[in-house]
T-cell receptor, first 120, second 112 residues
Framework: GAVVSQHPSWVICKSGTSVKIECRSLDFQATTMFWYRQFPKQSLMLMATSNEGSKATYEQGVEKDKFLINHASLTLSTLTVTSAHPEDSSFYIC????????????????FGNGTRLTVT | GESVGLHLPTLSVQEGDNSIINCAYSNSASDYFIWYKQESGKGPQFIIDIRSNMDKRQGQRVTVLLNKTVKHLSLQIAATQPGDSAVYFCAEKYGGGFKTIFGAGTRLFVKA
């Protein structure tokens, strides 16, 4: 159980265009999802917390108008990279909390397999 | 965004040996810690976790040790196998929220 699916797994786009990445919880409902970005040979950096039915909470230094997050249902959160530039090329990974733990604080996240974005 | 660490250190071990991966976490208020394994091109996979009121926890072939005095976490893998080759990240939670903050990570190479 607790499977998180991302789509697409990779995408190449031209500079100035926008790209949407989907994150779905396949067998559970996720009121909260998290979006991370990972550059090559580096750690995961938390970008934002996606809350179902409300605005996302962004980490310091992450532009909310650049990275649009929509969490319109209990099983889907989307990240849209607007006006993408080569420096936005990265590995974007979403995650959700294990629902089997209920609202318990001490429970691990389950991650999707990421989306490799390349902006040319 | 929050992040710890830049480039990944590497640990190389012989198949069958035990591996010890270390992590220095950042926040003394952190009260829940998790180890994740990340294979190339994939998302992190949960390995084991530990709460701050414990100093040791064992799983199948893995053991996590927590030393809050020096803010140090370690992951021990017994009888390391080629399939254990991956990048390992420690992660922490604090402040009562659900944010999980990742540490720098260590790349493990297992030599056959």
């Amino acid at each position: 159980g607790a499977v998180v699916s991302q789509h697409p797994s990779w995408v190449i786009c031209k500079s100035g265009t926008s790209v949407k990445i989907e994150c779905r919880s396949l067998d559970f409902q996720a009121t909260t999802m998290f979006w991370y970005r990972q550059f090559p040979k580096q750690s995961l950096m938390l970008m934002a917390t996606s809350n179902e039915g409300s605005k996302a909470t962004y980490e310091q230094g992450v532009e909310k108008d650049k990275f649009l997050i929509n969490h319109a249902s209990l099983t889907l959160s989307t990240l849209t990279v607007t006006s993408a530039h080569p420096e936005d090329s990265s590995f974007y990974i979403c995650s959700a909390k294990d629902p089997g733990q209920g609202a318990h604080y001490n429970s691990p996240l389950h991650f999707g397999n990421g989306t490799r974005l390349t902006v040319t | 965004g929050e992040s710890v660490g830049l480039h990944l250190p590497t640990l190389s071990v012989q198949e069958g040996d035990n591996s010890i991966i270390n992590c220095a976490y950042s926040n003394s208020a952190s009260d829940y810690f998790i180890w994740y394994k990340q294979e190339s091109g994939k998302g992190p996979q949960f390995i084991i976790d530990i709460r701050s009121n414990m100093d040791k926890r064992q799983g199948q072939r893995v053991t996590v040790l927590l030393n809050k005095t020096v803010k140090h976490l370690s992951l021990q893998i017994a009888a390391t196998q080629p399939g254990d080759s991956a990048v390992y990240f420690c992660a922490e939670k604090y402040g009562g929220g659900f944010k999980t903050i990742f540490g720098a990570g260590t790349r493990l190479f297992v030599k056959a």
